[in-house]
């Protein structure tokens, strides 16, 4: 199986919150990371922690990380339509080496 | 316009062939990362170079290997292409060499292997 899990689908209404979540294996990842990616395009850098911390808030999103279970999340406030694309997780143990999830496709629906 | 450019766009070719793949990075990054994305393995990342020196080595199969030029342009060499090499290949550029140094992604290169 993979290293970093995802789930695959998730939809929410506009103005909703939406909460996407991870799980990776490798306890000495030491910089976590949210990216997007839109249809046919590249991927974004959302957002990312470091391990030695426990939450990070920047503007809308919202990273939570719970070292101890090996879970990360991701909640978006207020998600508009144009947050719909698909958002991979990602570790790196050493900043060298990156493993992503499989992606989780967000749908917002209006 | 992300200002990191890819060619070609589109490349087939058969079994057993060599490609070569070319990133341009934005003007005044001197990092470059490779990666690719498939339907059977998902998103894995393949390389990093910054200014001219491989910086980082991910998933990359030994048939696979890249450069980066004194220009800071990078090229991306897959050889004996497998049907299992049929992906997108993103190349992204950074000012720095950091991983949470905003990586600016190119359109990609879609390989497709007959």
């Known amino acids: 199986g993979e290293d970093v899990e995802q789930s695959l689908f998730l939809s929410v209404r506009e103005g909703d919150s939406s909460v996407i979540n991870c799980t990776y294996t490798d306890s000495s990842s030491t910089y976590l990371y949210w990216y997007k990616q839109e249809p046919g395009a590249g991927l974004q850098l959302l957002t990312y922690i470091f391990s030695n911390m426990d939450m990070k808030q920047d503007q809308r999103l919202t990273v939570l990380l719970n070292k101890k279970d090996k879970h990360l999340s991701l909640r978006i406030a207020d998600t508009q339509t144009g947050d719909s694309a698909i958002y991979f997780c990602a570790e790196s143990p050493n900043n060298n080496d990156m493993r992503f999830g499989a992606g989780t496709r967000l749908t917002v629906k209006p | 316009d992300s200002g990191v450019t890819q060619t070609p766009k589109h490349l087939i070719t058969a079994t057993g062939q060599r490609v070569t793949l070319r990133c341009s990075p934005r003007s005044g990054d001197l990092s470059v990362y490779w990666y690719q994305q498939s339907l059977d393995q998902g998103l894995q990342f393949l390389i990093q170079?910054?200014?001219?020196?491989?910086?980082a080595k991910g998933n990359i199969l030994e048939r696979f290997s890249a450069q980066q030029f004194p220009d800071l342009h990078s090229e991306l060499n897959l050889s004996s292409l497998e049907l299992g090499d049929s992906a997108l290949y993103f190349c992204?550029?950074?000012?720095?060499?950091?991983?949470?140094?905003?990586?600016?992604f190119g359109p990609g290169t879609r390989l497709t292997v007959l």
């Open positions: 170079y910054y200014n001219g020196e491989e910086r």
């Open positions: 992204a550029s950074s000012v720095i060499a950091g991983r949470t140094d905003t990586q600016y």
